[in-house]
């Protein structure tokens, strides 16, 4: 175990929710329906590399000052092990046949919407973390070429990448008034400043069935007024309210569809169900289980279940 590792993975985590942080405020089409796959994006983003196998190889490459037969050897099969472990890397989506079908040996899957979210925050992480939020582009261009993406993946891939790159060129212009200003995250943000420095969502005030104020939001965070509820329209209709506890602390998410997923949210009538979350002692999320909502919580939701 190393330190230089243990700082790396933390950095490239802040930087993967950085990157997806910036695409609920600015894209937010892009980001309305990956409500389950918000919290893989932002709290649990590469946690195999948590695992014995993959964190010892991998530190033993990067930081171990030797790349001997057997460290190399490791750190290939670590990464296979990651690569099957996590499907936001698009290898995880190729099909490897025992024989030819239709005179290939492999098959391309497409690659689902939410995956290539996280893939593209994944990615874009390496730009936040060089303070040039454009690199991703010139990366792209250049790797894309050896990628195999289905075509509807790679279709979605660039559809999200020319959004990002069109809304960065209009803020840039609202930001300095010039176009293709290359300023990243060091020199200013690349978000329009508001509120003394904080990007600030419009909200309103709506009441639920027990007549309790709920606050409308764009963007649900982790953290939010204390004792307060707040609620999220999704692009497809889907509605999430979400619970904070006297510290301020999301504890609980409660929502009126199974957000696509039938086979993960088996619940109620229509999907709806209930997420508590879960922290370990150090204060980190840690999990988020889904359960059937109580009598009391139907009740006091019946306005939009």
Request: aromatic share 12%; net charge negative; proline share 4%.
């Amino acid at each position: 175990m190393s330190f230089q590792y243990d700082q790396y993975l933390a950095n490239h985590r802040a930087n993967v929710k950085r990157g997806f942080d910036w695409l609920c405020e600015n894209l937010p089409d892009v980001t309305n329906d990956v409500s389950d796959a918000a919290w893989q994006i932002e709290f649990a983003h590469d946690k195999s590399k948590d695992e014995e196998d993959e964190y010892n190889a991998y530190d033993a490459y990067f930081y171990g000052n030797n790349r001997s037969y057997k460290v190399v050897q490791d750190y290939q099969r670590a990464w296979l092990s990651h690569i099957h472990r996590n499907p936001h890397h698009w290898q995880y989506w190729i099909l490897i046949h025992d024989d030819m079908e239709n005179g290939e040996l492999e098959t391309i899957l497409e690659m689902p919407y939410d995956y290539i979210v996280e893939m593209i925050c994944d990615w874009w992480a390496f730009s936040w973390a060089n303070g040039s939020l454009y690199e991703i582009f010139n990366w792209y261009a250049e790797h894309s070429k050896f990628m195999k993406l289905a075509p509807r993946t790679r279709e979605t891939v660039e559809d999200i990448l020319d959004k990002i790159k069109n809304r960065l060129d209009s803020l840039e212009i609202e930001h300095s008034g010039v176009k293709g200003m290359k300023w990243g995250v060091r020199n200013g943000p690349p978000y329009p400043i508001k509120d003394n420095g904080r990007v600030v969502s419009q909200k309103s005030t709506l009441k639920n069935a027990a007549g309790k104020d709920i606050i409308s939001v764009t963007h649900v965070e982790l953290t939010g007024t204390p004792n307060s509820i707040t609620q999220i329209q999704r692009k497809n209709g889907g509605i999430d309210r979400n619970y904070y506890d006297g510290n301020g602390r999301q504890i609980k998410q409660i929502s009126n569809n199974d957000h696509g997923q039938p086979q993960r949210h088996p619940y109620g009538k229509n999907g709806e169900h209930a997420h508590d979350y879960v922290y370990d002692e150090t204060g980190e999320l840690c999990d988020r289980p889904a359960r059937e909502l109580t009598q009391k919580e139907r009740k006091e939701n019946g306005d939009f279940l």
